[in-house]
Every structure is written in C-alpha cells, then in structure tokens.
C-alpha cells in the first residue's frame, strides 16, 4: 500500500473561481485536483486566453491536474444530441490535457432518449468506439463513469462496453457514492469491476441525500478496502456534492469552501 496515496478533489464544488478552488486544496494540504470548470465555465468552453491563466496559476501554485470532468455522454448530453459536441470536447480537452500534464478525461455513456434498449446499445457503442479511437490517437484515455447513461449503474454492462470496445483509450472510473443517489447498491458494482478501476470519487448519501464520507450508505471504507484488496494504486479524487450538484439547480453555498474541506478532512480519515 502506498504510504503518501495522492488526494485531490473537484474543485469547483468549493468555488467557483480558481482562487477559491486553490484555498480549499490549501487547507487540505492537497496539492492535486480534478478539473470541470473555472467561474462556472466547462473547462472545454474557456478562451484560449482564460484558459492560459488557469493554468498559469495552477503551475505557479504547484498544483497538478489528475483528470479532467468532460460533459461527453452525461445527463447534459443524452444520446439525442449532436456527437459532433462530443468530438469537438474531446479534441478541446486533449490539448488541454496535455498542457496540464493529465491524460485521463472522464465520461459517461449517453442517457436514453427515445430509443429501445437495443437502438440505445448500438448507438453508445458506435460513439464510444469512435471517441476511444479519437483518444488513443490523442494519447489520452476516457474513464467511463458510473453515472449516467447506458452503462451507469451496471457492473455488467460496464463490462460489456469494455469488452466490445477493446480499447486501452478506455478504462472505468468508479464513484463510491452514486449508488446511493440512483438507486442501485454502488459496492455490488464495485465487485464486478473491482480489477478495471482507474479511478475513484468518493462522495456518500443516505435516504435524505449526500453526506460527508463514512457517513453516509455507500460503504465507502468499504469500497476502499475492497480496491486496495485488488491493487488500486490511483488517486482518491473528491466530489462531496454537499454545495451543489452539478446538474441540479442553485448556486454554491455560501459555506461551500468550508463544506468542502469537511468533506475532505473525513475522506482522508478513511483513505489514510
């Protein structure tokens, strides 16, 4: 077992401007973190310019990027929509990655709109095929989320897509606390897929919503040992939703950057 495991989180859950992002982590001692947006923007969608400062700051603050946040096949983008986005993102956030020193884009699979389930398969198929290939030639890999989309809350279709796909552009990203919060037993998951994990966010929820880590359903000390049990050695990336969730409504909380750390201090409790 690593003796230092590397800690990050996604940031913009404590601020929305890279400032505040940067003192969370700072309170942590964290020195790592999974990007998706600065100001309220997705990091595809920032300027050039914008986009130079960030990482500017990021460097002048020694301060790493372990992955990127895409909006590629999430809840914003059902299989109805344009995959030209998609493709356009993924060629965004590959060069992107590649300035931050990251090669690892997350993704999901394509919630349903309208088609049987068969239509559904084909069509998540034929689009994730076509980004991995993307990416390889891009030198990054996609880390399927489950989240939303075709494969989200299912060990075996996950497998399934790794399987058919074939590809080393496309590895799978587990997160401890999306079970709770959709329905389905997220360490049940997690033993069908235990050995192709690349990476993990840890939240946790119970019946009233999300909480912090270790007190929530989800079993997260749990899910842990578990991925430790079968050689995990990647990063432990947080996403608390304890300010906000992404796809839902509102703004961050005024205590958000406080939130935040909380979540934090009890996840490193239960990692370290």
């Not at 076509?130 to 809350?153: I, K, M």
């Not at 897929?193 to 999300?210: L, P, S, T, Y």
Request: charged share 25%; aromatic share 6%.
């Amino acid at each position: 077992m690593p003796s230092d495991p590397v800690l990050a989180g996604i940031t913009d859950e404590a601020a929305y401007g890279i400032d505040g992002q940067l003192a969370a982590l700072c309170v942590l001692g964290w020195r790592a973190m999974e990007l998706r947006s600065v100001d309220r923007v997705p990091i595809a969608d920032l300027t050039d310019e914008e986009f130079a400062a960030v990482s500017a700051t990021l460097s002048d603050n020694g301060v790493r990027v372990i992955c990127l946040a895409s909006r590629i096949g999430s809840w914003a983008r059902p299989i109805s929509t344009d995959f030209q986005d998609d493709l356009r993102e993924l060629d965004v956030l590959a060069a992107r990655a590649r300035t931050l020193g990251t090669n690892r884009i997350r993704i999901m699979s394509y919630p349903n709109a309208g088609l049987d389930d068969s239509g559904w398969r084909a069509e998540v198929f034929a689009r994730i095929t076509t980004l991995a290939e993307r990416a390889e030639r891009h030198g990054v890999t996609l880390l399927h989320e489950n989240c939303s989309g075709w494969a989200g809350t299912s060990g075996e279709r996950m497998l399934d897509l790794l399987d058919e796909i074939a590809s080393p552009a496309l590895k799978l990203l587990f997160d401890t606390g999306n079970g709770v919060a959709h329905g389905y037993d997220g360490f049940d998951l997690l033993t069908k897929i235990v050995r192709h994990v690349e990476h993990v966010h840890i939240k946790d929820a119970d019946e009233r919503g999300f909480t912090l880590p270790g007190e929530g359903a989800a079993r997260v000390a749990d899910c842990v040992k578990l991925l430790r049990a079968n050689g995990y050695r990647g990063a432990w990336s947080l996403e608390p939703h304890l300010s906000i969730t992404p796809h839902g409504p509102g703004v961050l909380s005024a205590d958000a950057i406080a939130r935040f750390v909380s979540a934090g201090r009890a996840m490193a409790g239960l990692i370290r």
